[in-house]
């Protein structure tokens, strides 16, 4: 697959999966380590604020986006190019999905517990350790599945 609206398509999603991984990477990387130094309220807070204005269009649609269009891509490759030709596509579709599947599960609820007025100190201890390790996955699960497209696409 090296022309063609096929490589376009899966050039589109080993971007976005790649975009993801970065913003997921710079949570880890840098974004909790400074929130986990400042003083606790101080630190809540700001990630309340951080997790409200996440959530736009623009956010959405990738983060969305990227996981349904990953997906797609990877079931409309197996049923068009076949199981061998697919195979790359597949995997970044698997690796997309389970991303979203670890965003879902672990994360988010995670999030809303820490919006409940009642989170306090020791569960914001337990949060920057809990949800940062859960983001490393996702961040690992989002590069490799941007790594599967672009195998992909060397197909």
């Known amino acids: ?18 975009l993801v991984a970065g913003v997921f990477f710079a949570f880890s990387s840098f974004v909790m380590k400074a929130l986990a130094a ?38 409309w490759g197996l049923t068009v190019w076949g199981a061998s030709d697919a195979a790359p596509a597949l995997v970044g579709g698997g ?7 670890v965003t879902a599960a672990a994360n988010v609820p995670r999030n809303n517990a ?7 100190q020791g569960y914001w201890r337990r949060y920057l350790t809990e949800w940062t390790a859960w983001n ?17 696409t060397a197909g």
């Open 1 to 18: 697959m090296t022309d063609g609206p096929q490589y376009a398509l899966v050039l589109l999603c080993a971007l976005a999966n790649g």
């Open 38 to 75: 400042l003083p606790p309220e101080t630190g809540m807070a700001a990630m309340r604020s951080i997790n409200t204005a996440a959530v736009t269009p623009v956010f959405m649609t990738l983060f969305l986006g990227t996981t349904v269009l990953s997906v797609g891509t990877a079931v």
């Open 114 to 120: 820490l919006a409940d007025d009642r989170a306090d």
């Open 95 to 101: 690796l997309a999905l389970a991303g979203f599947l």
């Open 136 to 152: 490393h996955v996702r961040t690992v699960l989002s590069l490799a599945a941007s790594a599967s497209f672009i195998f992909a």
